[in-house]
């Protein structure tokens, strides 16, 4: 599971993969729960889910009780973009549950730690293309 961890203070935003047998620290929290920063990785931070996606792409809504997918009747919000004005379309959206289901998970600080998220985070060199 990829964590993606956004910095209000800074504007930037690093990510980090999770193990498989440390996900459980996450499943059935929801959007907008606190979350201690050392289970991903950062010690010392107090962190705040703020959204996500699943396996197939879809978001999660904050509106959407559950962990379960599901088809919405949308005019707004997380996962849609209106093109005209008034318009509403059904749209696939995740619940506001963390599962097992879930690749990526999108969080804030609200505390900072001792480090620096770039001492915890170092970028990674780009690859060079052939």
Same mark, same amino acid.
Do not use: C, H, W
């Given at each position: ?13 690093? %990510? ?31 962190? %705040? ?51 097992? %289901? ?29």
């Amino acid at each position: 599971m990829k964590v993606v961890i956004s910095d209000p203070k800074t504007g930037r935003s690093y %990510q980090t993969e999770i193990a498989k047998d440390k996900e459980t620290a996450l499943v059935g929290l929801k959007l907008g729960d606190p979350l201690d920063g050392g289970a991903v990785g950062a010690g010392g931070y107090k962190l %705040q889910i703020t959204g996500g996606s699943d396996k197939d792409g879809f978001p999660m809504r904050k509106d959407l009780r559950g962990g379960r997918k599901a088809r919405l009747l949308l005019s707004g919000g997380v996962g849609f973009r209106a093109k005209r004005k008034g318009e509403r379309r059904k749209k696939s959206v995740r619940g506001n549950l963390i599962t097992d %289901q879930m690749v990526q998970i999108n969080t804030k600080v609200t505390e900072a730690g001792e480090k620096k998220l770039e001492e915890l985070f170092p970028p990674k060199p780009k690859e060079e293309k052939k």
